[in-house]
């Protein structure tokens, strides 16, 4: 799948979790999810989960903790799901 | 100081209405909650029938941010937030400021966990799956869920309470509520309770047989407080909530007032004197009773109206002998009585509160609402009082002061006194 796919179904699994909407429509692979769209850090773990359940991947908790910014969020997955 | 404690906000949930327009409609026409749930018959349940309010949750999206919306699963903060909000925001208040209600606080009572979520939480633990629980289960497992929720929406900054005194845990958060105000420790507090009856405790309360099982064809008919065919409770579920406000406080910021809260009294029985875990004791119930008047410093013979605990079990009789010991009052010169339980059934926990917003809802609308389901009152109660007392339609009156009482499994007592506000 390429990145620009899975970002796009990325910016779907994050839409709960963002209070503010607009914040969403310019996000990229450097948007940093807690400092820039300014999600609950105790969040994070709510979206690995979905992220986990929408691409029937295991992301381990080591990987998890890398990640910061939507790209780290997209290599967690890309790692993961078969070519 | 002498401070005056009024009510400026309401809000309900019950099985016989969501919001206080629906609710006093229902409690004026006596409109029964009960329904039949089919899938009880399938769980081999001997009671097939419950109050449950018909709670549209999409419409908590209007009530909670999107974040909180999503994955929150217990129906008893769902019940307890929206009918809290309403109270709030139906006492003239907005909600989602930016700073700390340093003045306000919370007392928000339940009695259970819910099962059904807390199941989940076991199949994936049981599952080795503990890592897929997420960040939203601890908050919606403590026993301070309802406080945090509501006083995080509203920002409340003063004491936060969770409570929990089984059948007398509305009454008693009111009380402490009141208590806080009075003694100059807040100017509001935000004050009631909620419950949501799922299939396990549902289960565990039909083991007991202490439940309605006669009229599982006829469920409008099943809960039937003082009625000779009354055959045990029907379960309901639920919230009410209440603004409670010092009235120097109200008046400065111009509040309508629908109420005084003149005050109450809780207590035990001890589980001595013919009490026990599910049994009220009569010497802890009269006094309890004879506190509350006396605090409140109201004649007997000026309560217009005894909201009763009245669950629809053999207790009915023996709770009518206490309120008539208490007030020193029986036959024609007894209060008239209701039940609000004829229609929503025993929302535990939330009956209290739910009750108390019944109660100030007849004080404002100047009426007695009906006991259902009595067209056979149970002769040992019409040999202490007179049948004109137990009103089976709603009957327009002026009411002075309201007493209102609940009583819990632990042998816990808790009595309010509502009156008109002058």
């Given at each position: 799948m390429e990145r620009r796919a899975i970002l796009e179904e990325l910016r779907k699994v994050l839409y709960p979790y963002?209070?503010?909407?607009?914040?969403?429509?310019?996000?990229?692979?450097?948007?940093?999810?807690?400092?820039?769209?300014?999600?609950?850090?105790?969040?994070l773990v709510d979206i690995i989960i979905d992220t986990e359940a929408k691409y029937n991947v295991e992301i381990d908790f080591d990987s998890a903790e890398k990640i910061i910014t939507v790209g780290d969020c997209i290599n967690a997955i890309a790692e993961k799901i078969p070519r | 100081m002498n401070r005056r404690v009024v009510i400026t906000g309401l809000g309900v949930v019950a099985p016989n209405g969501v919001g206080i327009p629906a609710f006093l409609h229902a409690i004026r026409h006596g409109v029964s909650g009960i329904r039949h749930d089919p899938s009880y018959k399938d769980l081999h349940f001997n009671c097939q029938v419950a109050g449950m309010?018909?709670?549209?949750?999409?419409?908590?999206r209007g009530y909670v941010s999107e974040i909180t919306y999503h994955g929150l699963q217990g129906h008893a903060l769902g019940y307890g937030i929206m009918a809290a909000l309403d109270a709030w925001t139906d006492a003239g208040n907005e909600i989602g400021g930016r700073e700390a209600i340093w003045d306000t606080g919370c007392v928000f009572g339940s009695s259970v966990s819910e099962c059904e979520v807390v199941k989940k939480i076991y199949n994936r633990v049981d599952a080795g799956e503990a890592k897929k629980l997420g960040s939203r289960v601890i908050e919606q497992m403590m026993n301070s869920s309802i406080t945090a929720y509501i006083s995080g929406r509203l920002g409340l900054g003063n004491r936060i309470i969770a409570t929990s005194a089984a059948c007398a845990t509305g009454t008693q958060a009111i009380l402490m509520g009141y208590e806080y105000i009075r003694q100059g420790t807040a100017q509001r507090m935000v004050v009631g309770s909620s419950e949501h009856v799922d299939p396990y405790i549902f289960g565990a309360f039909d083991s007991m047989r202490i439940l309605s099982r006669k009229f599982n064809d006829t469920p409008e008919k099943?809960?039937?407080?003082?009625?000779?065919?009354?055959?045990g409770f029907v379960p309901g579920s639920g919230a009410g909530a209440l603004v409670l406000e010092d009235l120097d406080f109200a008046l400065g910021r111009g509040a309508r007032i629908y109420?005084?809260?003149?005050g109450g009294a809780c207590n035990s029985g001890g589980q001595r004197n013919g009490g026990s875990m599910t049994a009220p004791a009569s010497p802890g119930v009269i006094r309890c009773i004879t506190d509350a008047v006396a605090y409140s410093g109201v004649?007997?013979?000026?309560?217009?109206l005894i909201s009763g605990?009245?669950?629809?079990?053999?207790a009915d009789t023996m709770e009518i002998q206490n309120w008539c010991l208490a007030l020193g009052r029986n036959g024609r010169n007894f209060p008239p009585i209701n039940s609000l339980k004829s229609m929503i059934g025993h929302s535990l926990s939330a009956a209290g509160s739910i009750e108390s917003v019944a109660a100030v809802l007849q004080i404002v609308h100047r009426f007695i609402h009906p006991n259902i389901n009595l067209d056979d009152p149970n002769p040992g109660i019409l040999r202490q009082i007179d049948p004109d007392c137990l009103p089976v339609k709603a009957v327009e009156r002026e009411l002075r002061t309201v007493v209102k009482a609940n009583f819990g499994f632990g042998d816990v007592n808790a009595c309010l006194i509502f009156s008109k506000y002058n």
């Open positions: 963002t209070e503010n909407k607009e914040l969403l429509e310019n996000i990229d692979e450097h948007t940093a999810l807690v400092k820039d769209l300014k999600i609950n850090s105790a969040n | 309010p018909e709670f549209n949750w999409e419409r908590l099943a809960s039937r407080p003082m009625s000779e065919t009354a055959g109420a005084e809260l003149l004649d007997p013979l000026t309560i217009d605990h009245l669950t629809a079990t053999a």
